[in-house]
């Protein structure tokens, strides 16, 4: 059995990767999809060259390749800003969006940018922090208890950015929250990094590039519409698959780090949805989750990631496998005996906060 | 493909806007503010497609209505009786982060014989009172919010879509000859609100684009005296980029469109305190141009 999507949705999968024919409203239903996905500028790349589009269907297109592109030269600029701060006697690495781009992979292609994330070795990350601070960048301010959570349980720091820039900063010291089940001394990880030509950074090995990725597909937050990440990963995959000897590396670097887990859903999913040519025997060489547990995530995980009902609220199925994707999320970053204080401190301040706010419409009216 | 959703479909000119809403007070209010569009429920395709749904019926602080967007909430939701002011809000807001294809400047936009005056403003300069008077003075109406510019062409392309009056403006335009006005809705954040209704022959024209011949940045002063200065073409094509809603995600193509529109146009800028006294200048010099 495999994990299914809708028919819309799988149609929508099957056009990121070849031409395909519709009428105006079948556009029109495929386009809301790959809104709701932030898979329209993906879209529109892959669906350029149709012969026969509408004229509204290639406007449309226009206007989301535009605004990629228009990202993409923000994210630049920002690295432009970075590099001056990167001859430094450690490697910053570029995570996902940026590496991508400045390696120039096929995949980067109608990519929407949304944030910068750079990785330096822990013990670098207050001189890090303080080049970006003494440069500009600023993170508002915290309490002192969400500044602990970022300094002790996350692998990250609180989210930076410099004043009127659109695009925020997230400097990491680690690929999985520290206290985690999956925790690991990211050390392997900096020992096989690249340095990306023409730039000072760095970018991840190419089998560390999947593996992030799968991480941070299945391992991060409510994973609401993640289904563009899923991807990410096929897109990587087929860009890669082609190196000798990759397969072997990757399945190999997955045991080194403990990440098995997080790439058989990643290859699973890429597998089951966008038709990534895995080689059967690279996924059967992984341990698969036990099969209840399978069928569960194959059921949660579609409902979550994949665009539901467009026409209205979520529907509370999936409602619900949000909220248990979710449950599962904290389950896996952090023990119970931090966890539990944590949630509950956590919905106390939220239910204070409900009760204090006077939450307003916007102005009718106002651009 | 089953469409199950009942939409009601709204073409306004350089966009086609589907909506789906139980509320009928809704529809009573778009049949006054859209007189003159034939109510269509074509399933083609929508720019824009969204459906407004009542909230909770048990909410103390009054029911309320959600904008929903591709299966998200990207509003907070406003009292239900103001159902219609936050689909033209909403619309137009997801319209902008949408027709990237066009230069948007936030610019009220009239035009006598298909020459298009283009009226660039932020907001409270009195952009939307000046667009309203000069439609009831026999202008074409063509928009109140985007200027909506085909790089391609340099043509502006209509949006005719109800004008968002706001406090004593109401007023002043409700009293002039042929005025026809929405719903009043009263309180909302930035005052009272009710819509100005473009005329009939404005609707109808909706399709037919113009040629852009003069730019006038308005502002509105009480008791200002009159000053009309030219601006030069470099000065013009700045204020254009100010007043534009996607001027920097166009790059190359929105600087282009930008400079060529001034080249093309005659621009002004308008200190105003009375409207009958700016609707006269406003003729003189467009009749002025060769």
Redesign the interface.
Known sequence: MSPRASA?TALLLRALHAPIELD??????LL??A??SGLHARLAAAQAATPGL?D??R??F???T??A??RR?LMEAELFQLAALCDTGFPVVLLKGAAYALQRRRMATGRFVSDVDLLVPAAHLRTMEQALRAAGWRSEALSPYDERYYRDWSHETPPLRFPGHSLELDLHHAITPVTGSLAFDPAPLFARAEPIAGTPFHALATEDQVLHACVHCFHDGDLALRVREVVDIDGLLRELAGQAGFWDRLLARAAELGLQRPLWYGLHFARAWLDCPVPGAVLAALPPPAAPLRRIMDTLVALTML????????SPGVRLARAAMLARYHRLRMPAHLLLPHLVRKTLLRLRASVAAK????????? | MIEATPYRVLDVGAAKLALHSPIERLHADLDRVYPHLPGTTDSGFADVRVSLLPGSPLRLRGRQVSLWSEGERPFEPYPIHSALPLFEWGSNYLLSQRLNAYLLLHAGVVARDDLALILPASPGSGKTTLTCALNLAGWRFLSDEFAVIDPDTGEVLPMVRPAPLKNRSIAVIGERDAAVLGPLYPGTRKGDVAHFVPDRDSTLARHRRARPRAVMFPRFEAGARLHCKPLDSATAVMRLGLNSFNYRALGPVGFHAAVELARRTKAWELHYGDLDEAIACIETLFASLP
């Open positions: 819309e105006e409203p079948g556009w029109d239903s809301r999809r809104r709701a509408p509204v269907v406007r449309h226009l206007s989301a535009r605004i592109a228009y030269k665009p539901g009902d467009l026409d209205g609220p979520p939450k307003e419409a916007p102005d009718a009216g106002a651009p």
